[in-house]
């Protein structure tokens, strides 16, 4: 029973990081940035979403604000379906997952899996008993109990298939897929007939409004098929693109309709008609990139569509115009973030793309928006505003590297005459003294401001990816590829190399308050922390293999964080002695961390424009104590590798018997500590032992 309190406050704490703001939530985009692939509106208010690692979202005012539901899963999801109301719904997708809820999202409950196919589509015609599920390999399967069991049906084919359609009973429907792929069936599903499309182009997706007679069905290659026999027949319209069509839908007849389509640089538009599809008008969308589903749930004027990077937009004219409903300024990868002295006025850099020109970006009310500053036309790596959120600096590619005065309105270059990838950047005690660290051993300093930046000779051609000087200018250290650890104490005039112990890669150093006590973080999982200014250096267990990108002690040498691979977040609340994950809220990789003030209130930001943000130190995890809450008390279980594939081990423990839960908190098995996990699907689980306290977590990709 103790161990079911642990395993359930888990769901319930995951659920309440995307709602509550309690733990780590999105900061930019939002609501999410995971990509959608469906949506499903009962109204013009109610709606969901779905999308990959298992991300359901849910609207009741009309697409302004959007809760993140806990599904319980990290499987892809590819489609939703609520048929009669917003309480009763379906969510299908990869290794055969289906999920049902009866309270509006609350709760999804895994339906009993009788294929790992990846389901791509779910449709129940008339009510929430009878339901239909197409996918890979020519999989359908049918439930006529809601879900309590469901049943294989003999489609004919083994093409993938992506779309199924039952337009006005639970006997007469459609499915659609790959190679032209058409098959009907009158009898429920019990058997299939093959109908000729005329195309061999992929289908992706099929609508009858009314009938069983009139029907489209959409695909690659800018296809789009009408019927108007019921199948019998299928002509081409013309759609005047060439193009992927990935979704269809005629909101109330068979005249007015809607697909969305991608072009070539993934810029999503529309096609509409009025006419039956006799024409197609193209119609801009307004959004940056994929689109996958539309929806109009009532009339043919309000409609949703939803896409890559957790986009969701919403015309109230027909399509005319599309409000975006989500918040994104960028789908870059953001590498460094810096808030320099409050937890409101901070500053990110990204990677360069043509498309967007952003490499800057900054906000001034705590990350509720974000600002895109003119900065470098090329890749940024780090940056560093000193002592105060006007003066600061980035570094990047090419040995470039950029100084603001104004708090980012307007960036200087300053020149180096090297073109080495500048990795790091940090100014120690004020905004004249400075050092910067890259590829080639590369180490330069400036005691000007940046007007003059002179190479240090560090004795290594191996890269440098971090420097950190603790408290003044003299002392400081750097850290690289295959173990590289330097000291100076002498402001850079000689570096001396540092036994580390390892040839793994190291990313980042800190070192909180002093220059004895250190840490630092690398590829591996690797946790490496000195007491002694880096005479001696001490691995310390992280409970991961995966690579760790930054590391944080915000106030002193006992709080810190670690991010890395895989969207881990670590904690440590004594000095490195436990490293515990905390709950994921992305299996985006993070590329750095920060508290500005206190362990707090921070920010970790990463791939895609990933930006976390916590204000309770990320503490989602209470332990039982007098009936007062719970917490996850610190794990001694490393599981190696970490993120794994095929199966993990626990080193030393292989004849040891291990529970593992998924993150809803249902049991999923037990393994011995060599074959943790073999036999599951893609996910995030968490292990524990009988008779120990705590739970870890481990991951599978694939």
């Given at each position: 029973?103790?161990?079911?309190?642990?395993?359930?406050?888990?769901?319930?704490?995951?659920?309440?990081?995307?709602?509550?703001?309690?733990?780590?939530?999105?900061?930019?985009?939002?609501?999410?940035?995971?990509?959608?692939?469906?949506?499903?509106?009962?109204?013009?208010?109610?709606?969901?979403?779905?999308?990959?690692?298992?991300?359901?979202?849910?609207?009741?005012?009309?697409?302004?604000?959007?809760?993140?539901?806990?599904?319980?899963?990290?499987?892809?999801?590819?489609?939703?379906?609520?048929?009669?109301?917003?309480?009763?719904?379906?969510?299908?997708?990869?290794?055969?997952?289906?999920?049902?809820?009866?309270?509006?999202?609350?709760?999804?409950?895994?339906?009993?899996?009788?294929?790992?196919?990846?389901?791509?589509?779910?449709?129940?015609?008339?009510?929430?008993?009878?339901?239909?599920?197409?996918?890979?390999?020519?999989?359908?399967?049918?439930?006529?109990?809601?879900?309590?069991?469901?049943?294989?049906?003999?489609?004919?084919?083994?093409?993938?298939?992506?779309?199924?359609?039952?337009?006005?009973?639970?006997?007469?429907?459609?499915?659609?897929?790959?190679?032209?792929?058409?098959?009907?069936?009158?009898?429920?599903?019990?058997?299939?007939?093959?109908?000729?499309?005329?195309?061999?182009?992929?289908?992706?997706?099929?609508?009858?409004?009314?009938?069983?007679?009139?029907?489209?069905?959409?695909?690659?290659?800018?296809?789009?098929?009408?019927?108007?026999?019921?199948?019998?027949?299928?002509?081409?319209?013309?759609?005047?693109?060439?193009?992927?069509?990935?979704?269809?839908?005629?909101?109330?007849?068979?005249?007015?309709?809607?697909?969305?389509?991608?072009?070539?640089?993934?810029?999503?538009?529309?096609?509409?008609?009025?006419?039956?599809?006799?024409?197609?008008?193209?119609?801009?969308?307004?959004?940056?990139?994929?689109?996958?589903?539309?929806?109009?749930?009532?009339?043919?004027?309000?409609?949703?569509?939803?896409?890559?990077?957790?986009?969701?937009?919403?015309?109230?004219?027909?399509?005319?115009?599309?409000?975006?409903?989500?918040?994104?300024?960028?789908?870059?990868?953001?590498?460094?973030?810096?808030?320099?002295?409050?937890?409101?006025?901070?500053?990110?850099?990204?990677?360069?793309?043509?498309?967007?020109?952003?490499?800057?970006?900054?906000?001034?009310?705590?990350?509720?928006?974000?600002?895109?500053?003119?900065?470098?036309?090329?890749?940024?790596?780090?940056?560093?505003?000193?002592?105060?959120?006007?003066?600061?600096?980035?570094?990047?590619?090419?040995?470039?590297?950029?100084?603001?005065?104004?708090?980012?309105?307007?960036?200087?270059?300053?020149?180096?005459?090297?073109?080495?990838?500048?990795?790091?950047?940090?100014?120690?005690?004020?905004?004249?003294?400075?050092?910067?660290?890259?590829?080639?051993?590369?180490?330069?300093?400036?005691?000007?401001?940046?007007?003059?930046?002179?190479?240090?000779?560090?004795?290594?051609?191996?890269?440098?990816?971090?420097?950190?000087?603790?408290?003044?200018?003299?002392?400081?250290?750097?850290?690289?590829?295959?173990?590289?650890?330097?000291?100076?104490?002498?402001?850079?005039?000689?570096?001396?190399?540092?036994?580390?112990?390892?040839?793994?890669?190291?990313?980042?150093?800190?070192?909180?308050?002093?220059?004895?006590?250190?840490?630092?973080?690398?590829?591996?999982?690797?946790?490496?922390?000195?007491?002694?200014?880096?005479?001696?250096?001490?691995?310390?267990?992280?409970?991961?293999?995966?690579?760790?990108?930054?590391?944080?002690?915000?106030?002193?040498?006992?709080?810190?964080?670690?991010?890395?691979?895989?969207?881990?977040?670590?904690?440590?609340?004594?000095?490195?002695?436990?490293?515990?994950?905390?709950?994921?809220?992305?299996?985006?990789?993070?590329?750095?961390?920060?508290?500005?003030?206190d362990a707090q209130t921070g920010y970790a930001v990463g791939d895609f424009g990933t930006i976390l943000k916590c204000t309770d130190g990320g503490a989602s995890w209470v332990e039982e104590d007098k009936g007062q809450g719970f917490r996850i008390k610190d794990c001694w279980i490393m599981a190696t590798p970490n993120p794994f594939i095929s199966f993990a081990r626990i080193p030393g423990h292989s004849s040891n018997l291990f529970t593992l839960y998924d993150i809803s908190g249902r049991r999923?098995?037990?393994?011995?500590?060599?074959?943790?996990?073999?036999?599951?699907?893609?996910?995030?689980?968490?292990?524990?032992?009988?008779?120990?306290?705590?739970?870890?977590?481990?991951?599978?990709?694939?």
């Amino acid at each position: 029973m103790q161990l079911l309190k642990y395993i359930l406050i888990t769901a319930v704490l995951f659920s309440l990081a995307g709602n509550g703001q309690a733990g780590w939530f999105w900061s930019h985009p939002r609501p999410q940035g995971h990509d959608l692939r469906s949506t499903c509106f009962i109204d013009n208010n109610t709606g969901y979403s779905v999308g990959v690692t298992g991300t359901i979202l849910k609207t009741t005012d009309a697409g302004t604000n959007w809760a993140i539901l806990n599904s319980g899963t990290s499987n892809w999801l590819r489609s939703v379906c609520f048929p009669l109301n917003a309480l009763t719904g379906y969510a299908v997708g990869q290794a055969g997952t289906v999920l049902k809820t009866t309270n509006g999202g609350t709760n999804w409950i895994f339906q009993t899996p009788i294929t790992n196919h990846y389901f791509v589509q779910v449709h129940f015609p008339m009510d929430a008993l009878t339901g239909y599920v197409a996918g890979d390999s020519g999989t359908i399967i049918k439930t006529t109990d809601g879900g309590e069991t469901w049943d294989s049906l003999a489609s004919g084919t083994t093409n993938p298939l992506q779309a199924v359609h039952f337009p006005v009973n639970s006997q007469t429907g459609y499915v659609a897929g790959w190679a032209g792929t058409i098959i009907k069936t009158t009898d429920g599903g019990t058997s299939w007939v093959n109908q000729s499309s005329g195309t061999i182009a992929g289908l992706l997706s099929i609508h009858f409004p009314k009938d069983a007679q009139t029907g489209y069905a959409v695909g690659f290659n800018g296809t789009i098929l009408k019927t108007t026999d019921g199948g019998t027949t299928w002509v081409i319209q013309i759609s005047g693109t060439n193009f992927p069509i990935w979704s269809v839908h005629f909101p109330v007849d068979a005249d007015t309709g809607y697909v969305v389509a991608s072009d070539g640089s993934n810029t999503p538009f529309f096609l509409k008609t009025t006419d039956g599809g006799a024409t197609w008008i193209r119609q801009t969308s307004g959004g940056n990139y994929g689109l996958f589903s539309v929806q109009f749930p009532v009339d043919a004027q309000t409609g949703y569509t939803v896409g890559d990077y957790g986009q969701i937009l919403k015309t109230t004219n027909g399509g005319t115009t599309w409000v975006k409903k989500s918040y994104s300024v960028t789908t870059n990868y953001i590498n460094s973030v810096c808030f320099p002295v409050d937890v409101q006025t901070g500053y990110v850099v990204l990677e360069y793309h043509a498309y967007e020109g952003i490499t800057v970006m900054k906000t001034t009310d705590g990350g509720t928006s974000w600002e895109p500053l003119i900065g470098a036309d090329v890749a940024l790596c780090s940056v560093h505003f000193p002592v105060n959120a006007l003066t600061g600096y980035v570094v990047g590619v090419s040995g470039f590297i950029y100084k603001t005065t104004n708090g980012g309105a307007n960036w200087g270059r300053q020149y180096t005459n090297i073109s080495d990838f500048l990795s790091s950047v940090q100014f120690p005690v004020d905004d004249q003294t400075g050092y910067t660290v890259g590829d080639n051993g590369t180490i330069m300093k400036t005691t000007d401001g940046g007007v003059h930046w002179g190479r240090q000779t560090s004795g290594t051609v191996h890269s440098i990816q971090s420097v950190h000087f603790p408290i003044y200018v003299q002392t400081g250290y750097c850290v690289g590829s295959t173990g590289t650890v330097f000291k100076t104490t002498n402001g850079g005039l000689t570096w001396e190399p540092q036994n580390s112990g390892t040839y793994n890669n190291f990313f980042a150093v800190q070192f909180p308050v002093d220059d004895q006590t250190g840490y630092i973080v690398g590829d591996g999982g690797y946790i490496m922390k000195t007491t002694d200014g880096g005479t001696n250096w001490i691995r310390q267990v992280s409970g991961t293999t995966g690579r760790l990108q930054s590391v944080n002690f915000p106030v002193d040498a006992q709080t810190g964080y670690a991010v890395g691979w895989y969207g881990t977040i670590l904690k440590t609340t004594n000095g490195g002695t436990n490293w515990v994950n905390q709950p994921p809220i992305t299996p985006l990789d993070l590329r750095a961390v920060h508290f500005p003030v206190d362990a707090q209130t921070g920010y970790a930001v990463g791939d895609f424009g990933t930006i976390l943000k916590c204000t309770d130190g990320g503490a989602s995890w209470v332990e039982e104590d007098k009936g007062q809450g719970f917490r996850i008390k610190d794990c001694w279980i490393m599981a190696t590798p970490n993120p794994f594939i095929s199966f993990a081990r626990i080193p030393g423990h292989s004849s040891n018997l291990f529970t593992l839960y998924d993150i809803s908190g249902r049991r999923v098995g037990v393994y011995k500590g060599d074959r943790i996990g073999e036999g599951l699907r893609a996910g995030v689980y968490f292990i524990k032992q009988e008779g120990k306290d705590g739970l870890a977590r481990v991951v599978k990709i694939r």
